[in-house]
């Protein structure tokens, strides 16, 4: 079945560092992707999202590119400020169906 | 409502006993998701329902859990007989339509403790 994998956390940052987030997916054919973020105290919030292959979804600085050939949905960063603290998640869907979630990679940023 | 609403927010229940969790979705929005938070079991899809009915309840854990929704509207989540490792945060979502690109919109969740 339809899987997300993402790097473990958690992820300790000293502010104004550059961020990565592992993320792979194994799915049919082709799904949206999606990074899903969860601050403190809140619930889950969209970021960004890609529909199809070579799609870049950006959001408050924060970028990931589909990327097809390598099944993989990296979320980005140049530069990150305490406040981006939090949890994220990456997920795929398909057309009418669910979302499927990895298992979340906390980022802690330190001034 | 202007976003997912979800109550209660906070349920402590004993042991042995039932409970219901109610989610209002966006106005609009026909298709319905409940999710599970536990601490270290990241987020677990329960079950997906398209207007009234459910065309994916793969995620239901055992036959104590059961959902319904009702006027294309207001679900409600039940656990029977609730056990410890029910313990988590029950999160609602809802989409226009299903997902695919369609972004899905989250509740704050409701978290149950079982004691």
């Known amino acids: 079945g339809d899987s997300v994998t993402q790097m473990e956390g958690p992820v300790t940052l000293s502010e104004e560092a550059f961020l990565t987030i592992n993320c792979t997916y194994t799915?049919?054919?082709?799904?949206?992707l999606f990074w899903y973020v969860q601050y403190p105290g809140e619930g889950l919030q969209l970021l960004l999202k890609?529909?199809?292959?070579?799609d870049k979804g950006s959001n408050k600085g924060f970028e990931a590119t589909y990327r097809k050939e390598t099944t993989s949905f990296h979320l980005e960063k140049g530069s990150v400020q305490v406040s981006d603290s939090a949890v994220y998640f990456c997920?795929?869907?398909?057309?009418?169906?669910?979302?499927?979630f990895g298992q979340g990679t906390e980022l802690s940023v330190k001034p | 409502g202007a976003g997912v609403s979800q109550s209660p927010s906070n349920k402590v229940t004993e042991k042995g006993k039932d409970v219901e969790l109610r989610c209002d979705p966006i106005?609009?929005?026909?298709?319905l998701y409940w999710y599970r938070q536990s601490l270290g079991q990241g987020l677990e899809f329960l079950i997906y329902?398209?207007?009234?009915?459910?065309?994916?309840k793969s995620g239901l854990p055992s036959d104590r859990f059961s959902a319904e929704r009702t006027g294309g509207s207001v679900s409600t989540l039940t656990i029977q007989r609730t056990q410890q490792e029910d313990s988590a945060v029950y999160l609602c979502?809802?989409?226009?339509?299903?997902?695919?690109?369609?972004?899905?919109?989250f509740g704050e969740g409701s978290w149950l403790t079982v004691v």
């Open positions: 979502a809802s989409s226009f339509r299903g997902s695919g690109g369609n972004t899905i919109y």
């Open positions: 799915a049919t054919g082709y799904p949206s």
């Open positions: 890609a529909t199809k292959a070579d």
């Open positions: 997920a795929l869907s398909h057309p009418g169906g669910k979302l499927i």
């Open positions: 106005s609009g929005h026909t298709a």
């Open positions: 329902f398209q207007g009234n009915s459910a065309p994916d």
